[in-house]
């Protein structure tokens, strides 16, 4: 069974804390995606990695940064949570080509006091 | 620039009823189509996807989408809906030129009574 997993269903953070959100996948994808999830907005991505240590900007990228030093792993970092960050943060990954499906993990509820 | 619209944030619907989701897309280029559902406390899951060849394109749990590229519209349809469908729902785009990036709609819910 193939798997996205990240590492805390729900994180309670202050503002100006650096706050790291962990993501796993088992199937050997090419590509991975963090994406925040906020009601009437939809998803939109934040940053995009089609390779290891290579990345690319989404639509909404300020505030975040990103680092993938293997293949499985592709972590979501903000190096100063302030309370806008609030929201649940979805990861997914993919295999390079036409359309493929993406997977995604369970999500990760971030709340910033 | 692409981009989804899911005019009905919410549809309530009796369990047995028909449904039908509505999804527009904008693009200048040829695109691919996606539904995904995302359940109560879960990532989202791929429904159906329309990448070309016949229109009407069916996917897992009954459901089934139609894509009509002079009204750009792919809508959801299911001829008799559970109480288990009930789910978030959400349409996504991605033109032939960069295939690995998707477009989400805002999403409807789609709540199903007894």
């Known amino acids: 069974d193939v798997k996205v997993t990240q590492s805390s269903r729900y994180l309670v953070k202050r503002t100006g804390e650096k706050v790291f959100l962990e993501c796993v996948q088992d199937m050997d994808h090419e590509n991975m995606f963090w994406y925040r999830q906020d009601p009437g907005l939809g998803l939109r991505l934040i940053y995009f990695?089609?390779?290891?240590?290579?990345?690319e900007k989404g639509d909404i990228p300020e505030g975040y940064s990103v680092s993938r030093e293997k293949k499985e792993r592709f972590s979501l970092i903000l190096e100063s949570a302030s309370t806008n960050q609030t929201s649940m943060y979805l990861c997914?990954?993919?295999?390079?080509?036409?359309?493929?499906?993406?997977?995604f993990g369970p999500g990760t509820r971030l709340t910033v006091l | 620039a692409q981009s989804v619209t899911q005019l009905d944030s919410q549809v309530p619907v009796f369990e047995e009823a028909p449904v039908e989701l509505r999804c527009n897309y904008s693009?200048?280029?040829?695109?691919?189509l996606f539904w995904y559902v995302q359940y109560p406390n879960q990532g989202l899951q791929l429904l159906l996807k329309y990448l070309s060849g016949s229109t009407l394109v069916k996917g897992i749990n009954g459901f089934e989408a139609e894509f009509n590229k002079s009204q750009t519209s792919f809508h959801l349809r299911k001829p008799s809906v559970h109480i288990s469908d009930t789910a978030e729902y959400f349409c996504?785009?991605?033109?032939?030129?960069?295939?690995?990036?998707?477009?989400f709609g805002t999403g409807t819910r789609l709540q199903v009574f007894p």
């Open positions: 990695s089609y390779d290891v240590k290579m990345k």
């Open positions: 693009s200048s280029v040829s695109v691919y």
């Open positions: 996504a785009v991605s033109d032939h030129s960069n295939t690995d990036k998707l477009i």
């Open positions: 997914a990954s993919s295999s390079v080509g036409q359309a493929n499906e993406q997977f």
